[in-house]
T-cell receptor, first 112, second 111 residues
Framework: AQTVTQSQPEMSVQEAETVTLSCTYDTSESDYYLFWYKQPPSRQMILVIRQEAYKQQNATENRFSVNFQKAAKSFSLKISDSQLGDAAMYFCAYESNYQLIWGAGTKLIIKP | DAGVIQSPRHEVTEMGQEVTLRCKPISGHNSLFWYRQTMMRGLELLIYFNNNVPIDDSGMPEDRFSAKMPNASFSTLKIQPSEPRDSAVYFC?????????FGPGTRLTVL
């Protein structure tokens, strides 16, 4: 069965600095999708970035980028120039056959 | 598009009462998901519809929970009778391919 592990329950970063959130997963499949979702205090789940496993190039969305290491089954999220509005829970998710398998989440704290 | 719409946003009810949560997916999306989120268990998939047909309901906790999708633009999740342990945030999400878009959630409190 597929599993997703986020080993950092909480991370903090100084405003304007860079932070990396870790995610590892376990699967025997070769084709799948990976996502990072953000859940601010408003509790709305917001898609941050997605990565298709067959693409070697790391996905980038403005200040957000991923380091996708397929062989290592690692999918970390880098947030550059952290802003106060980035404070939220961040969830890593693995998608296969319509289902999203979720990590436990990492709470990101931004220090002003 | 207004995104996924859920109602009500907050619901407070007493144990034993029936609760109905509603969801309007994004137009054109053919898949709809109901999730429950609690501190203890995180995000749990309750049920998944594709083209209005329930495909996987293995996450529905027990017979007190039921979900319907009578058409492509509307779904309900019903709990009857409700219990305090059902207190959680319930999310509806829709997708066309594999990217799920979430509604704002319904915070349910059962006293």
């Amino acid at each position: 069965a597929q599993t997703v592990t986020q080993s950092q329950p909480e991370m903090s970063v100084q405003e304007a600095e860079t932070v990396t959130l870790s995610c590892t997963y376990d699967t025997s499949e070769s084709d799948y999708y990976l996502f990072w979702y953000k859940q601010p205090p408003s509790r709305q789940m917001i898609l941050v970035i997605r990565q298709e496993a067959y693409k070697q190039q790391n996905a980038t969305e403005n200040r957000f980028s991923v380091n996708f290491q397929k062989a290592a089954k690692s999918f970390s999220l880098k947030i550059s120039d952290s802003q106060l509005g980035d404070a939220a829970m961040y969830f890593c998710a693995y998608e296969s056959n319509y289902q999203l398998i979720w990590g436990a989440g990492t709470k990101l704290i931004i220090k002003p | 598009d207004a995104g996924v719409i859920q109602s009500p946003r907050h619901e407070v009810t007493e144990m034993g009462q029936e609760v109905t949560l509603r969801c309007k997916p994004i137009s054109g999306h053919n898949s709809l998901f109901w999730y429950r989120q609690t501190m203890m268990r995180g995000l749990e998939l309750l049920i998944y519809f594709n083209n209005n047909v329930p495909i996987d309901d293995s996450g529905m906790p027990e017979d007190r929970f039921s979900a319907k999708m009578p058409n492509a633009s509307f779904s309900t999740l019903k709990i009857q009778p409700s219990e305090p342990r059902d207190s959680a945030v319930y999310f509806c999400a829709s997708s066309y391919y594999n990217e799920q878009f979430f509604g704002p959630g319904t915070r349910l409190t059962v006293l």
